[in-house]
C-alpha cells in the first residue's frame, strides 16, 4: 500500500478533531465474541478502541500513520496497544485478527490500487470467517460537494476527488466501487446513516458489514 506522503502531518494536526462514525455497538455485540481480537486501521486518538474496551471487547489494537494521534490514543486509553505504522503494510501474521475496522479510511487513499491493497492486507489478517468493518463516504449530492467534485475531476482518482485547503487530496466514491472492494467478502449487512464531519458539515456515509468468504457455517 502506498501511504500519501503529506498525510501523516496533515492528521498530526488533528488529533484533537471530533470523529462521529458511530459504531452500531448492538449489532456489533450479538456478531462479535467478546474474546474477539480487533483491529482499528487508522484508529486516529482511539475514540472507537476506547468505546470498544468500555464496551466489555478487551482484545483490541489501534494503528495509524499520524505519531501525534497515536500519542494522543496511548495518553487516553493506557491499556490499549496502540501502533505507530508507515501505512504500507500491516505489520501482523496472516489470520491475526478476528475483526478489521475501517472508519473513514478509504477516503484518505484517493488511488483504486492502494484501497485495494489496503482491502486485500485486511483479508490476509482476518481469520476464517472474520469481520471487515467498513464505514466511509461515497459520492456525496449537495452543493459544497458537487462544486468541489467538478473543481478536482482532472486530478488522480477522478470524479469524487477533491483537495482540502490544506491541499491533501481526499476522494469519495460511487456506491459501486465500495461493492467491487469487496467482492472477496460476503456484506451480511449494509446501512447509510448521517453524521457530521470532522470539520461539522453535514454528510451521508455507507457502512458495510462483511465477512470473509471462508465463514463457518
Not at 498530526?12 to 462521529?20: E, G, L, M, N
Not at 474474546?35 to 478487551?58: N, Q, S
Not at 491493497?117 to 490476509?124: A, Q
Request: net charge negative.
Amino acid at each position: 500500500m502506498e501511504a500519501p506522503a503529506d498525510l501523516s502531518a496533515f492528521w498530526d494536526q488533528r488529533s484533537a478533531k471530533s470523529f462521529t462514525h458511530p459504531l452500531d455497538a448492538d449489532r456489533f455485540a450479538q456478531v462479535v465474541r467478546r474474546e474477539a481480537r480487533i483491529l482499528d486501521y487508522g484508529c486516529g486518538a482511539g475514540r472507537l478502541c476506547a468505546e470498544l474496551i468500555a464496551r466489555g471487547f478487551p482484545n483490541v489494537t489501534g494503528i495509524d500513520f499520524s505519531p501525534e494521534m497515536i500519542r494522543t490514543a496511548r495518553e487516553q486509553n493506557p491499556d490499549v496497544d496502540f501502533i505507530v505504522n508507515d501505512g504500507r503494510t500491516l505489520p501482523f501474521a496472516d489470520a491475526s485478527f478476528d475483526v478489521v475496522l475501517l472508519f473513514a479510511v478509504l477516503t484518505c487513499i484517493p488511488d483504486d490500487p492502494s484501497q485495494r491493497d489496503l482491502v486485500r492486507e485486511s483479508k490476509r489478517i482476518l481469520s476464517p470467517g472474520g469481520l471487515l468493518l467498513i464505514s466511509d463516504y461515497p459520492l456525496q449530492s449537495d452543493a459544497r460537494n458537487l462544486a468541489r467534485y467538478a473543481d478536482f475531476a482532472h486530478e488522480p482518482g477522478g470524479y469524487g476527488t477533491f483537495r482540502l485547503p490544506d491541499g491533501v487530496l481526499l476522494r469519495h466514491r460511487r456506491r459501486e466501487c465500495f461493492d467491487e472492494l469487496l467482492a472477496d467478502f460476503k456484506v451480511g449487512h449494509s446501512t447509510e446513516l448521517d453524521v457530521l464531519t470532522m470539520n461539522g458539515n453535514p454528510a451521508r456515509i455507507l457502512q458495510f458489514w462483511a465477512t470473509t468468504a471462508d465463514r463457518p457455517e
